[in-house]
């Protein structure tokens, strides 16, 4: 077999030293490999889950709170619509109390103002019927006269 292993080294150029420190070379890069693996990157795997763990956490902790502000917004923004609504109903209860104390003032003048201008009207009636009788008084009165001026006139001629 020894034969045999050095054919085959001879065959590929190498020799029996040359197959040993492959031999060793392998046996050291597999012991690198491992302790690498147990101190170097076993380690960086665990920190790099945990930072991950850690980001789809915050994430999720993210995601619930955005879906609590749409919900506070959307509570927000129907207790603003609540609010307008009763704002307008309000405000137009207040519009018709408004109109109907300004049409009950509105008639009272208007009542008031026919009323002054029936006293009106009945007390210039009463003026005109006593000036009437005044000037048909005056012009009995003033007849009277001319009619005994005219008499005297023509009893003295």
Do not use: C, W
């Amino acid at each position: 077999m020894n034969g045999t292993l050095h054919d085959v080294l001879a065959a590929i150029s190498l020799t029996e030293t040359d197959a040993l420190m492959i031999l060793v070379g392998s046996g050291l890069i597999f012991t690198l490999y491992k302790s690498l693996q147990t101190l170097v990157f076993q380690p960086l795997l665990e920190h790099v889950e945990y930072r991950e763990t850690v980001t789809e956490g915050a994430l999720f902790t993210a995601e619930q709170m955005r879906e609590k502000a749409v919900a506070l917004r959307a509570r927000y923004d129907q207790g603003i619509f609540q609010a307008r609504v009763e704002g307008n109903r309000t405000r137009t209860e207040i519009i018709a109390e408004a109109k109907g104390q300004a049409a009950q003032i509105v008639s009272a003048a208007e009542a008031e103002a026919a009323a002054d201008l029936k006293a009106g009207r009945t007390t210039i009636a009463e003026q005109l019927s006593q000036a009437k009788h005044g000037a048909e008084k005056e012009a009995t009165a003033l007849a009277a006269t001319f009619a005994s001026q005219v008499d005297a006139q023509l009893s003295t001629q």
